[in-house]
């Protein structure tokens, strides 16, 4: 079988037949000397300079056009919608005005029926609330959603284009230098092609940055989603639970006047009946939030310790850490890997169980929403680790626990008491602190769950204020 010889011709983009079939390209040795201008590289080169200055000047977020008109529309949407929101708020809180004046005149028939009237009609409102609040949550979620389909979209186009343009960075890098010098007659187009291609790299590596943050904002945008629709959802189990509570209303307020006929006597008769004693209510189990129980006693113990440190009354923190206080949501059943942010908690939880001396398996913590919200709440006080590293030196100098612990109950009443404090529940007023709850529950949203969870808790504190001053009588 013979040799095939090596053929030499110049360099062209079409294919060339010869005696031995296809002839790959080579460099041409004639002694005439053919200039050719590089319009295929110089091409490319453009393409990709183009490509490159549309990733960099175009926006994956910012919307256009209809787009504009659309988000501006949601705007207005919702300022009305908080305008009436506000405008419920304060009639609600005209008729919390009115149920504490008809409690401060006494027990009598009469005043209770005006103090169930008036919750009555409070709770018909909150539950207008909680639709107004269910109608611009609900367009929230829609508009996030485009924005998440929005940023999907660019980041596909994104990586397309990048992916096409490190295709044509290849092809021009995999070129030998023999073969670069030989098709540049003047040396200096030799280094101006280099000096292009590191410039076009450097713009590639900017490029993948961007894609990289795009995909980041996309986590994040993905996680709010989740967010908005666990509000959603509370707000509907709010929405059902304000049912309830105005329907019990409404029979209690039958019961009474069924009852007692409009006898004063007879009612008075019936109230001391129900009122509880003291043995009952020390022996009465109290149920954290975070899971685990004891006895209210001994849960009030606590909370009184927390109120003289803080003075944050021992009422509102029982009602905080209080099961009922969140609708007995299940929680503290999951492990920190399935259920913590990865890099906001983990790694400070991993600090806090090591630092108190325990193995990060052998605690529960809440779990993460189903649609991606994470969880990693911990101990009856339900911090989520990033939280507890800013009260835990707090804590420890109140508690004189070192370090606090998250699962030991005098930490957790005392952490909870201090962020209510910082929320201003030091005041002691209805106002402040059902603004105080409500922040304890959602942080920054807590306008969302003001007249929902932030009064629920407050309506419970009412009850444990009632159950302290028997035990302290």
């Known amino acids: 079988m013979g040799i095939r010889p090596k053929i030499l011709l110049d360099i062209s ?13 080579r460099i041409n040795l004639k002694e005439n000397l053919i200039f050719k201008i590089p319009f295929f590289p110089l091409v490319k080169i453009g393409l990709v300079g183009g490509l490159l200055v549309y990733l960099m000047f175009s926006s994956a977020l910012a919307p256009v056009g209809e787009d504009q008109l659309t988000f501006a529309a949601n ?97 021009n890098e995999s070129m030998s230098i023999a073969e670069v010098l030989l098709r540049k007659p003047k040396l200096s187009d030799f280094f101006g092609e280099v000096s292009d291609l590191i410039q076009v790299q450097e713009s590639m590596r900017a490029a993948l940055e961007r894609v990289s943050s795009l995909f980041d904002e996309l986590i994040l945008e993905k996680e709010q989603l989740a967010i908005k629709k666990n509000d959603t959802e509370q707000l509907k189990a709010y929405q059902d639970s304000q049912r309830v509570s105005l329907n019990s209303t409404k029979s209690e307020k039958a019961d009474i006047l069924n009852v007692t006929k409009g006898n004063e006597a007879k009612y008075q008769a019936l109230l001391k009946e129900t009122q509880k004693t003291a043995a009952q209510i020390r022996s009465r189990i109290f149920e954290f939030l975070g899971g685990g129980e004891m006895t209210f006693e001994e849960a009030y113990k ?37 259920a913590m942010h990865p890099t906001r908690d983990t790694p400070i939880f991993l600090d806090i169980v090591k630092e108190i001396g325990i193995s990060p398996d052998s605690v529960m913590v809440s779990c993460a929403n189903r649609d991606g919200m994470y969880g990693g709440a911990m101990g009856p006080a339900q911090f989520i680790p990033s939280t507890w590293k800013i009260y835990k030196n707090r804590i420890a100098e109140l508690t004189g626990s070192n370090p606090a612990s998250p699962w030991r109950n005098g930490d957790a009443f005392m952490g909870t008491a201090l962020y209510l404090k910082d929320s201003g529940a030091a005041n002691a007023t209805i106002t402040s602190e059902r603004i105080a709850a409500a922040r304890y529950y959602s942080g920054s949203r807590w306008r969302t769950y003001l007249w929902t969870y932030g009064d629920r808790v407050v309506t419970q504190a009412e009850k444990f204020q009632k159950d302290i001053d028997i035990l302290n009588s």
Do not use: H, W
């Open 13 to 25: 983009s079409k294919k060339v037949r010869g005696v031995f079939g296809i002839i790959p390209k």
């Open 75 to 171: 705007d207005e949407e919702r300022a009305a919608l908080e305008k009436q929101l506000e405008e419920l708020e304060t009639q609600m809180a005209q008729y919390q005005t009115t149920v504490d004046k008809y409690k401060s005149e006494g027990k009598n028939l009469q005043s209770e029926i005006s103090s169930l009237n008036a919750k009555i009609n409070k709770l018909t409102l909150q539950i207008k609330s909680i639709n107004l609040s269910l109608t611009k949550v609900s367009a929230e979620i829609t508009a996030n959603q485009k924005n998440i389909l929005t940023t999907e979209q660019k980041l596909e186009q994104n990586k397309m284009i990048l992916a096409r343009s490190l295709q044509s960075i290849n092809i």
């Open 302 to 338: 606590f909370a009184q310790y927390a109120e003289q440190a803080t003075g944050v009354r021992a009422a509102l923190i029982l009602a905080v850490l209080d099961r009922e206080s969140a609708l007995g949501q299940n929680v503290g059943r999951c492990t920190y890997q399935k």
